[in-house]
């Protein structure tokens, strides 16, 4: 019996989801997020918060051709303590902000938070200087794989501004769908007007 | 030595009555239910030929599948052996001779006799035909699953057949496909869990050809304890209190009955043997910073640190190793462990094979201890070591602030 529960506890998980997760629109134009922040999208995209893994109130994902090609993360303002990626258990932790760290700890939060996704050889490159809304911060280019082997490539933007982290985090397969939208990406990147 | 004579005793009284050893280059009936086992499994080995994690190091490689084949002897012939770049102890053998080693248990084995002895043991499930009995027996739980599979696919193509946008049904089906990898990878870890007695059969058999194998028998209990010692010193109560299993598949716990049969069973066999820890270490050694840099990202700092301080308690290796546990302190902020981690790094940094992150990272910390000098110091060295890393702007940009006094 207690295997019959074990087998049919994703199952559940899945039905449930199913039946509640909506994915919205997030129209063309200027998108706000949570208090701080907004971004101007040049088209429409897909709001697809519910149903990320590891969903956390502060973190907007969206998507065009679906999570698996093409997501972009947006934060708004981590505080110390809180993540991009929400752990499934305690014991399985996952990256925290915290209030003293070094500018390279917080491009090791953005990579082993794409780790705590589950992508594999993941790799931050390119670090250089980057304005977020009138703030400095750090620019980043990353490649990943995924656990069955595919090629992918990141680009995005950490920026810490008054004691809050703001993450924009793009994903997405290297072949053909990275670039298809990095010139969209690049422009939310550089749309973003924060206070 | 009485406790342990009961121990192996009652091992030995658990295990079913000795099988046949199944025979070198034995390939199943084409309509046997063994094929249809081998058949999965051929998939899943395919599979592993693209996976993301799959080590492609030739030398790497060569000298895992070296160990196996001591560890097999005639059986060699009939194995397959991948090295997966995944943090966590685990060796795995499949009904058609597939086999997966991990990096973890490369990293927690002190050297080649510990090795031979896990793969041994693996060998010893394969040999045993333990997959195809435990298989048979969980028939039912796979009859689940499938049926699970089929009904999360519907649910999942219905709900993206009534979604309002072309990218919303796939997202749908993209939520859903995740679940069903899921439960697809849960029936295929069934593939590797064995009943208490098979893991007890293993133990000793797998003890066996390592001494046969020329290594030294005690190399297997010391093995076992290694591991148990790694689990009390996880960061989490729960892990803490939790029985060590010896690998991410087994449902069965380590208990110290299992370890102390081995010890008693070396006793019967000739002492002493080869350890091998040179060569392990020297196929190892290329790849220990990636694969601490992925058992940190695992979270469970205590745990690393046990590891390390395996690695580190011969001496060698040590400008790596204090890195890393540098690393680990610096990430788990504790109370107290930004000093144990600056200790580590000026540990490190005193050794010929520091990795040049050392030097950011002392600055960096001693710039969080207000040793200004210090951290300007360290950031300078960062900087002349490695010129070209593309964060030496970012840490310039340090050595700035410091001068601007921020």
């Known amino acids: 019996m207690r295997t019959i529960f074990r087998a049919l506890g994703p199952l559940a998980a899945c039905l449930a989801l199913a039946a509640c997760a909506t994915v919205t629109s997030a129209p063309a134009g200027a998108m706000k997020v949570g208090d701080a922040y907004e971004v101007a999208l040049g088209r429409e995209w897909s709001d697809i918060s519910n149903i990320m893994n590891g969903r956390t109130k502060k973190v907007r994902l969206l998507s065009i051709d679906g999570p698996l090609l093409n997501r972009l993360y947006l934060s708004d303002g981590l505080e110390p303590g809180e993540y ?52 400095n911060g750090v620019r980043f280019d990353l490649t990943a794989q995924t ?49 | 030595m009485r406790t342990s004579a009961l121990a192996l005793a009652a091992v030995l009284a658990a295990m079913p009555a000795a099988a046949q050893e199944r025979a070198a280059g034995l390939r199943p009936n084409a309509t046997s239910a063994e094929a249809g086992f081998w058949a999965v499994m051929d998939k899943a080995e395919a599979e592993a030929k693209t996976r993301a994690d799959l080590n492609t190091d030739p030398a790497l490689n060569a000298y895992v599948r070296g160990v196996m084949c001591k560890a097999a002897a005639a059986h060699c012939p009939d194995l397959r052996v ?45 040999t045993e035909s333990h997959t195809i009995e435990a298989h048979r027996a969980q028939k039912t739980r796979a009859n689940v699953v499938l ?165 580190a308690a011969d001496g060698e290796d040590l400008g790596v190793l204090n890195y890393y546990r540098g690393e680990a302190y610096r990430m788990r902020r504790g109370d107290g462990d930004l000093a144990k981690a600056r200790d580590a790094y000026l540990a490190a940094a005193a050794q010929p094979d520091a990795p040049v992150a050392v030097w950011r990272e002392l600055g960096d910390i001693r710039r969080r201890d207000g040793d200004l000098a210090g951290a300007r110091t360290a950031y300078d060295n960062y900087l002349a070591k490695a010129p070209q890393a593309e964060d030496a702007w970012l840490v310039q940009d340090s050595l700035s602030s410091l001068d601007q006094g921020k």
């Open chain 2, 147 to 311: 049926a699970a599979t089929v009904v999360v696919a519907v649910a999942g193509a219905a709900s993206a057949a009534s979604a309002g946008t072309a990218s919303e049904a796939q997202s749908i089906m993209d939520a859903t496909g995740n679940t069903i990898d899921l439960i697809y990878y849960a029936q295929m870890a069934s593939f590797f869990r064995f009943s208490r007695e098979q893991e007890g059969e293993a133990d000793l058999l797998g003890q066996r050809k390592l001494a046969e194998a020329g290594y030294d028998p005690a190399a297997a209990a010391e093995s076992w304890r290694g591991l148990t010692a790694e689990t009390k010193g996880s960061d989490f109560k729960r892990v803490r209190e939790s029985e060590t299993r010896i690998s991410v598949f087994s449902s069965h716990p380590l208990g110290a009955q299992r370890i102390a049969a081995l010890e008693t069973q070396a006793g019967t066999l000739t002492a002493g043997g080869d350890r091998g820890r040179d060569r392990h270490r020297a196929a190892i050694r290329p790849h220990l910073g990636a694969w601490l840099r992925d058992d940190l990202r695992k979270r469970d700092f205590g745990q690393t640190l046990v590891v390390i301080d395996r690695l």
């Open chain 1, 84 to 135: 991009l990626i929400k752990p499934a258990a305690k014991e399985t932790p996952t990256p925290v902000i915290r209030k003293d760290m070094s500018a390279s700890e917080r491009l090791e939060f953005v990579a082993d938070s794409v780790v705590a996704l589950e992508y594999q050889r993941v790799q931050l490159v390119r670090p250089r200087p980057a304005k977020l809304g009138q703030g």
């Open chain 2, 82 to 126: 991948y090295v997966m770049d995944r943090p966590f102890m685990n060796a795995s053998m499949a009904p058609n001779g597939y086999s997966e080693v991990w990096s973890g248990l490369l990293l927690r084995a002190n050297d080649e006799a510990e090795l031979a002895y896990v793969l041994g043991h693996e060998v010893s499930h394969f």
């Open chain 1, 147 to 195: 656990k069955s082997g595919l090629d992918v490539k990141g680009t995005g933007v950490i920026s810490e501004q008054g004691g809050k982290t703001y993450v924009l985090l793009y994903l997405a397969p290297a072949e053909h769908y990275f670039d298809a939208n990095l010139a969209e990406v690049e422009a939310i990147l550089g749309s973003a007007r924060l206070g």
